[in-house]
C-alpha cells in the first residue's frame, strides 16, 4: 500500500489563473534577454553580446526552474482536490502528539495523526498545522481520505 500523503493546498480555479500567470510571468526574462542579445541592430561590443547572452541564460535556466516548480505545484494542488472530492471518504483524525513546529516561516505544530474512517486501513500521519489551542493529544478532526492511494486533507 502506498504511503500517506497529505494533499496540497486547495487553490481555486483563480487563484491557480494568478498563480500560472505569475509563473509565466517568471520564466519570460531570460528568453527576451537572449532574444535581445542574438537581434540587435546595430550590433553592440563585444562585451554587451556575451553579457546579455551569459545573463539571458543564467535567467533562462533560474526563471525556468522556478517557473516549472511553481507551475506543478499548482498543478498538483487542483488534481488532488479534484481526486478528494471524486473519491475522497469522511474520515476522522485523532490527534496522537503535538510538538512545536519551527521550520519556515510560519511556526506552528506539528500534529502525528491517526486516520481513520470506512473503506481503508487506519494509518498514521503527520501535518503541520498553524497554532490553536484547541489542537490537543485525543482532539478529533474531520478528514477526507481517497482510500486508493491514502490522500488525505486534514479540515480545522
Known sequence: MSTPREAEARIGPVGALLCRLMFLAICLPGPVLLAVATTLDPARSPTDFWGLLAGGVLVTVIGGGFGAFGWRLVTRS???????????????????????????????????????????????????????????????????????????????
Open 78 to 156: 487542483r488534481r488532488d482536490a479534484r481526486r478528494l472530492s471524486a473519491a475522497g471518504v469522511a474520515a476522522t483524525a485523532e490527534i496522537l502528539a503535538v510538538a512545536n513546529h519551527l521550520g519556515g516561516e510560519d511556526p506552528g505544530l506539528e500534529l502525528r495523526l491517526r486516520i481513520s474512517g470506512p473503506g481503508f486501513a487506519a494509518f498514521e500521519a503527520d501535518t503541520v498545522r498553524p497554532d490553536d489551542p484547541a489542537l490537543v493529544p485525543g482532539a478529533l478532526l474531520p478528514a477526507v481520505v481517497d482510500p486508493v492511494d491514502r490522500l488525505f486533507s486534514v479540515r480545522p
